[in-house]
């Protein structure tokens, strides 16, 4: 089917940068969007930047202007860069990517594992 697989998560000082790479493989015909979500202990999930497949991007209130999210089509990669963290960003990064697999298909989400973002002195 089809695989996510992140990395970039860290430990991190406030103020500091990190990005986060997310990369899908298998059968994938196209990709409609693929997002970032976060979960942090004893805290529900949380969509944090979502890219679609025009270039159309949202954010959650407390990240703008501060992360960014891109998208290489040709490799099925998104990014998301964050600068200035603050402990409050400290959580589970998620990938999630709606991909259609075949011509026809309608689109099926799919989860990376997570990685582990720390925002600590």
């Known amino acids: 089917q089809v695989q996510l697989v992140e990395s970039g998560g860290g430990l991190v000082q406030p103020g500091g940068s990190l990005r986060l790479s997310c990369a899908a493989s298998?059968?994938?015909?196209?990709?409609?969007?693929m997002a970032w979500h976060r979960q942090a202990p004893g805290k529900s999930r949380e969509l944090v930047a979502r890219?679609?497949?025009?270039?159309?991007?949202n954010y959650l209130d407390s990240v703008k202007g501060r992360f960014t999210i891109s998208r290489d089509n040709a490799r099925n990669t998104v990014y998301l860069q964050m600068n200035n963290l603050e402990p409050e960003d400290t959580a589970v990064y998620y990938c999630?990517?709606?991909?259609?697999?075949?011509?026809?298909?309608?689109?099926?989400?799919?989860w990376g594992q997570g990685t582990q973002v720390t925002v600590s002195s």
């Open positions: 298998g059968t994938i015909f196209s990709i409609n969007f």
């Open positions: 890219i679609i497949i025009g270039g159309g991007t």
């Open positions: 999630n990517a709606a991909v259609v697999v075949g011509i026809g298909r309608s689109p099926s989400d799919f």
